[in-house]
């Protein structure tokens, strides 16, 4: 089979890293064009790929105002960006590889899946998490009955420090009205991943949280807006200290983000850029007085038929990772995702023992353990109609793990339980 024809649609963090692992798959994939404001960015790709001058674009509405002339259309702009070109791609003929979010309401996505549907093109959602070789044998461990029928779930989202002030204080997910709710933005990898291992409805959810620590109120008296200005009376000891870090041990592609539009050399700018950039954008405000208002903690507690019950715990007070427990009719499983092993106990036999699984870096800049590669890898079979396998999350099952986040926050805010049956009937979709 011919390799398929590829646009790019923002070339960030995340388009980036899939062109590139595109680029390892010649035979499967051929990016033709990028849309991207930055010039240096459509470079990158234009490199990776080989596409031709006339295939780079400052815009998405440049590329999709033509008729279709690719096989596939990968959306991965900013979230508050999805809706209106997806829309767009849809009604051109495209299929779509959609960055998560899907979109920014529930009623958005509730459009794009059914748009998808009434036009007949396959979109795939970028529920990474699905293709780790870590949740993957959590998922084969469950499908196998090594811990008989799932009793409850614990998913811990620790976001880490760093990463909640980098994105979430200071950076493009940092107002939910600008982006979406921490859940949608953050948390619709692991409201998926509950989803998928439990493979059963939810029910009803709660859940609780706020904005706490990262808040005007909590700045050291005398603080200035900027890190970059000088004269904290913390700015030793903040270990938020803008300067401190993103001049220091931040990874190169924190520092590619923080100076958009400011590096000449967008692969490797310099400290004089750097510093531009803490000088004039939103990463070089002090964490507590940076406008933010997405919550730096928060629960969610969902009821799945049958009665197996869920918890999602995300908290920014950590060094970040993501946590699992496990508890079956006939044992548990627990696992930190940066292990390389995943311990089980089972009751039959009173035994502990191990299930050997990859090392990887479970960031974002690692490529979320695999996953980044992962999705690519199945996505040709997914798009070419030859999927046999169990992992991809189509449009429909990604708006529906979407309602569940959007009942939680509905849940949050009324202070009150929400039947997610309701919820799902609102927009059009059965709960089954």
Same mark, same amino acid.
């Given at each position: 089979m011919k390799p398929l024809s590829v646009v790019l649609l923002g070339a960030g963090n995340r388009g980036i890293r899939y062109a590139d692992h595109m680029a390892e798959m010649p035979d499967k994939y051929k990016v033709v064009a990028v849309a991207d404001p930055s010039e240096s960015r459509r470079r990158t790709i234009q490199q990776m790929h080989g596409v031709p001058d006339s295939g780079l674009y400052n815009s998405w509405e440049?590329? +999709?105002?033509?008729?279709?002339?690719?096989?596939?259309?990968?959306?991965?702009?900013?979230? $508050?960006?999805?809706?209106?070109?997806?829309?767009?791609?849809?009604?051109?003929?495209?299929?779509?590889?959609?960055?998560?979010?899907?979109?920014?309401?529930?009623?958005?996505?509730?459009?794009?899946? $059914?748009?998808? $549907?009434?036009? &007949?093109?396959?979109?795939?959602?970028?529920?990474?998490?699905?293709?780790?070789?870590?949740?993957?044998? /959590?998922?084969?461990?469950?499908?196998?009955?090594? /811990?008989?029928?799932?009793?409850? +779930?614990?998913?811990?989202?620790?976001?880490?420090?760093?990463?909640?002030?980098?994105?979430?204080?200071?950076?493009?997910?940092?107002?939910?009205?600008?982006?979406?709710?921490?859940? +949608?933005?953050?948390?619709?990898?692991?409201?998926?991943? /509950?989803?998928?291992?439990?493979?059963?409805?939810?029910?009803?959810?709660?859940?609780?949280?706020?904005?706490?620590?990262?808040?005007?109120? $909590?700045?050291?008296? &005398?603080?200035?807006?900027?890190?970059?200005?000088?004269?904290?009376?913390? &700015?030793?000891?903040?270990?938020?200290n803008c300067v401190a870090y993103y001049c220091g041990p931040a990874s190169i592609a924190r520092k590619r983000i923080i100076t958009n539009g400011i590096a000449e050399n967008f692969e490797n700018p310099t400290e004089s850029e750097i510093m531009t950039a803490l000088k004039t954008t939103d990463y070089g405000l002090c964490v507590y007085q940076a406008n933010n208002d997405v919550v730096d903690h928060q629960v969610v507690n969902m009821e799945f038929s049958g009665g197996a019950t869920a918890t999602l715990t995300m908290n920014a007070f950590n060094y970040g990772g993501r946590y699992i427990r496990i508890y079956g009719t006939r044992g548990e499983i627990m696992a930190h995702m940066s292990d390389t092993q995943i311990k089980v106990f089972t009751f039959d036999d009173r035994k502990h023992w191990t299930v050997p699984t990859l090392k990887v870096d479970e960031t974002i800049n690692g490529g979320h353990g695999g996953g980044d590669q992962g999705i690519i890898r199945e996505l040709y079979e997914f798009m070419s109609g030859s999927y046999d396998g169990y992992r991809a999350a189509d449009i429909n099952i990604s708006v529906k793990n979407h309602l569940i986040g959007f009942a939680a926050e509905e849940a949050r805010h009324g202070e009150k339980i929400v039947k997610v049956d309701e919820v799902f009937a609102r927009y059009g979709f059965e709960n089954d």
């Open positions: 440049e590329v +999709l105002a033509q008729p279709k002339f690719a096989d596939l259309c990968v959306i991965a702009l900013v979230d $508050n960006m999805h809706y209106e070109p997806a829309l767009k791609a849809i009604d051109l003929g495209y299929d779509l590889l959609l960055e998560k979010p899907v979109a920014q309401t529930a009623q958005e996505c509730a459009d794009i899946a $059914n748009a998808a $549907n009434a036009k &007949g093109v396959k979109v795939l959602v970028c529920h990474v998490l699905r293709y780790t070789p870590f949740f993957g044998k /959590i998922k084969q461990l469950l499908m196998e009955g090594v /811990i008989g029928d799932v009793i409850s +779930l614990e998913q811990t989202e620790a976001v880490g420090h760093i990463h909640y002030s980098h994105s979430y204080v200071r950076g493009n997910w940092h107002k939910e009205e600008e982006s979406t709710p921490m859940l +949608l933005a953050k948390c619709c990898h692991d409201l998926d991943m /509950i989803q998928w291992l439990l493979d059963k409805p939810c029910k009803k959810v709660s859940s609780f949280g706020s904005l706490m620590h990262f808040r005007k109120e $909590n700045a050291p008296e &005398g603080a200035p807006v900027r890190c970059a200005d000088g004269g904290c009376p913390a &700015g030793d000891t903040c270990p938020y």
